[in-house]
């Protein structure tokens, strides 16, 4: 039995998904307002939450992540009677499983809720358990999410892509799917793509027989050879060569190649990962990446965000950095202040300027207890402070007597910060396209402006 919930001002339609729950063997609820449903799904942890757009006291798309929070990450359907395209689309990119329009069919709703409770449930079982994620740390609802693919991409043998920006973790998810995938014990070859030379980059992949070009004194295997049981992993994908583009597509068509030079053809059975900073639909548009492997790497997607984006897993981080080099004779605590200028940081280099962050800091602790913030680079206690300063005097809070604000402060400081952190990317991301710039973060054009006017930025 499942628990379902419902939050609409429209008494009737609750009444309707309770007694349509009740039908389907499941407890229901409702809740006629979005404060009411926030309290509700906190209490009561629903499997699947209807939810309705606009509601009286705030508007349900836009309080979708934190009922996802509250409730233990349900499944979450869409009612509305005022449905448009546009947010159709901004619904499902924020998570939701399906978006009906009312007037509501009773087959199709069952339908629908039938689909949506198999998928949580496919989710939620022990798929994860015993997973192997040494490195990978985080608990925030977006880093979840990407464990739960990486989780899933591990079962199969399809091509799977990684994206993200430099220091998000793209290495650690493709060994991490390797790890926890059938071929396990077979090699995990990694191919760094940026350091391939154009003129060698067919002999570095495919191997080449002794004289098939100058400098070729020696025949040598090539690395998707090496990868034959195991997994190939192509960083920075991006990087490649057109050239060398051109025959990986064929390998991965055919399994098959012939090394530079040599007449015999060479199998080999390998699963392959590929990451990329890059944009790589714009990379095709541009004509540096072909679009035919594009949709071959596409077999499975992860997208990686920033760090800015999963403040909540600063300090877990931190913790774990630290505890990492306590292994090797370090040993301190980590002060609050030292995690404050930590979480007030934007953190451009994402997860890998954190773990040096803290190596840095406990070599310049030596011997001191305690990591405080003089332990860190001067350049970021400055942009720290900065950050801190610049958020309204009313949201700093008074601080107690043991210099820790209180809770509610606290709360609403972090999540100005990360608010404004955010739209500073989604700025730069976009480069001036307000299009782009909504069509990377989903928000409609009149919050979109909303926001962007709060913090004082723009897109020009």
Not at 131 to 151: A, Y
Not at 271 to 295: H, M, P, Q
Not at 297 to 322: C, M, N, T, W, Y
Request: net charge neutral; with cysteine.
């Amino acid at each position: 039995m499942a628990r379902l919930h419902i939050i609409d001002d429209d008494e009737m339609t609750c009444m309707t998904l309770e007694h349509l729950a009740m039908q389907m063997g499941h407890a229901g609820g409702s809740s006629t307002s979005l404060t009411q449903g926030l309290l509700s799904v906190a209490q009561t942890s629903p499997d699947l939450l209807f939810l309705d757009v606009n509601l009286p006291d705030g508007n349900g798309l836009e309080a979708m992540k934190e009922l996802r929070e509250r409730a233990g990450d349900p499944v979450i359907i869409i009612v509305t009677a005022m449905g448009d395209a546009e947010s159709a689309e901004v619904a499902i990119r924020s998570g939701a499983w399906d978006y009906l329009q009312k007037p509501l069919s009773l087959p199709k709703l069952k339908h629908s809720v039938e689909r949506a409770l198999r998928f949580r449930q496919r989710h939620l079982s022990p798929q994860t358990r015993g997973t192997k994620r040494d490195g990978i740390i985080g608990t925030s609802p977006k880093f979840q999410e990407c464990l739960k693919l990486m989780s899933s991409a591990a079962t199969s043998d399809i091509s799977t892509l990684i994206t993200g920006k430099t220091g998000t973790g793209k290495e650690l998810f493709a060994r991490a799917i390797h790890e926890n995938s059938a071929r396990c014990k077979g090699s995990f070859v990694i191919v760094d793509c940026a350091s391939l030379p154009e003129n060698l980059a067919e002999s570095t992949l495919f191997g080449h027989r002794r004289g098939a070009f100058t400098g070729a004194e020696n025949t040598r295997q090539g690395l998707v050879a090496r990868a034959d049981g195991g997994s190939l992993f192509l960083d920075e994908i991006g990087e490649m060569p057109l050239a060398a583009q051109r025959v990986l597509l064929r390998v991965l068509q055919e399994k098959s190649f012939r090394p530079v030079g040599g007449d015999n053809v060479i199998t080999s059975d390998f699963r392959l990962i590929a990451a990329t900073n890059r944009d790589l639909d714009r990379e095709v548009r541009e004509g540096r990446f072909r679009e035919d492997l594009l949709y071959r790497l596409k077999g499975f997607s992860i997208d990686l965000p920033v760090l800015a984006r999963r403040q909540e897993d600063i300090r877990p981080l931190a913790r774990h950095f630290v505890q990492h080099h306590s292994r090797h004779g370090l040993t301190n605590t980590i002060s609050e202040e030292f995690m404050q200028a930590l979480e007030n940081y934007d953190w451009p280099g994402n997860v890998r300027e954190l773990a040096l962050t803290i190596e840095r800091a406990l070599a310049a602790a030596q011997n001191d207890s305690a990591l405080l913030p003089e332990h860190l680079p001067t350049e970021l206690r400055a942009r720290a402070v900065g950050a801190a300063l610049a958020r309204p005097m009313h949201l700093r809070g008074e601080s107690s007597a043991t210099g820790l604000p209180a809770f509610k402060d606290f709360k609403a400081r972090q999540a100005l910060l990360a608010e404004k952190t955010y739209l500073e990317q989604l700025v730069a991301e976009a480069a001036g396209d307000p299009q782009k710039a909504r069509d990377i973060s989903g928000l409609s054009k009149s919050r979109m402006y909303d926001l962007l006017k709060k913090h004082d930025l723009s897109l020009t």
